[in-house]
């Protein structure tokens, strides 16, 4: 994650003319592995393979059917949650859906990743495909939980063919292009199940029109964080949501004569943020099932997003990255 030492204190005991008194200052949590703290839905109902049992075959070995996928075989079981547990000793463990026995049915999923909290995005949205990506897919975001959703970022082979989109890359958005949604096809074309397996939103290389390429001029990125409209809620979220429109095709078109090869499969997906508190908090903890801000500066809220009671002559507002470097608290 990225390595952002500004903003960590929110107030410190200071001593002055006028007596000791507390000194406030804007502040953020640390950035963390968001998969820790997420709720995952798959839908449609059904779509998960196992039930009933199936084969499946790769495109690397499309005639050797071998594989099972058995919901209730733990050994051949693909449920949602192995989507986010630790891949240790090397061993991909994945969810899976259904194959496309039912084409030409278009074979659809959605995999909906919710916090019931907002997060700001720090790092890129990492998710890993066994057996090839998707060459149609669409990345949406909630900030309301899941009520609205809009477009983040759209993914193909051939943009124009599927979203009637130009293709284009992050890095060539400029800085008042920064938050413009896009279609990509780098992460859609087969290089091979093995070879190419990750697709990214890329987070790091829209801050690095502001911070340069090593991120290294911080103090720019969150100077307009603070400035530009719109830039900080476009990294802010409360849900994910992925729309698996058109599965791995082997970099040909589809066999009819053999669909146990067409399916999705995922076994990661990494997603780095913090809890945005508004400013007002730098510890964010996980209480009853969610995540919420320690507020401080006189704050409350799950956001720290009103006032204290005994605290409300001045109304609230949020606290800010400027000026830098200590930002302003605006404490109640």
């Not at 500004?6 to 998969?35: H, L, N």
């Not at 099932?289 to 507020?295: A, F, M, P, T, V």
């Amino acid at each position: 994650p990225l390595a952002m030492g500004q903003y960590d204190i929110c107030k410190s005991w200071v001593t002055t003319d006028d007596g000791p008194s507390w000194e406030f200052y804007a502040c953020q949590p640390k950035a963390m592995r968001m998969k820790d703290y997420v709720t995952v839905r798959v839908d449609p109902a059904g779509i998960t393979c196992g039930d009933p049992p199936e084969r499946f075959c790769t495109h690397e070995n499309p005639y050797l059917c071998s594989d099972e996928c058995d919901a209730s075989n733990p050994d051949l079981a693909h449920p949602p949650k192995l989507m986010f547990d630790s891949e240790d000793e090397g061993l991909a463990t994945y969810w899976q859906s259904v194959t496309w026995r039912r084409y030409p049915e278009p074979l659809l999923a959605n995999i909906t990743l919710s916090w019931n909290k907002s997060i700001e995005l720090t790092d890129d949205i990492v998710i890993t495909f066994e057996y090839g990506r998707p060459t149609i897919m669409i990345l949406e975001k909630s900030l309301d939980n899941g009520r609205t959703w809009h477009p983040y970022q759209y993914y193909a082979d051939d943009c124009m063919e599927a979203f009637s989109m130009p293709a284009r890359r992050v890095r060539d958005l400029s800085t008042t292009s920064a938050n413009r949604v896009l279609c990509t096809e780098e992460y859609s074309r087969w290089a091979g199940s093995k070879k190419e397996k990750t697709v990214r939103f890329e987070v790091r290389d829209r801050f690095a029109i502001f911070a340069g390429p090593d991120l290294k001029n911080m103090d720019n990125l969150y100077t307009r964080l603070e400035s530009a409209k719109g830039l900080k809620d476009f990294f802010t979220v409360t849900d994910l949501r992925m729309r698996l429109l058109r599965p791995a095709l082997g970099g040909t078109y589809v066999q009819r004569e053999n669909l146990y090869k067409y399916f999705y499969a995922v076994s990661n997906i990494e997603v780095t943020g913090r809890c945005k508190c508004n400013l007002h908090a730098n510890l964010c903890t996980f209480k009853e099932g969610s995540l919420q801000c320690e507020c401080e500066h006189n704050t409350t809220g799950q956001d720290c997003g009103k006032c204290k009671k005994n605290f409300r002559s001045r109304s609230w507002r949020a606290g800010s990255y400027l000026p830098l470097p200590n930002g302003s608290p605006n404490a109640c």
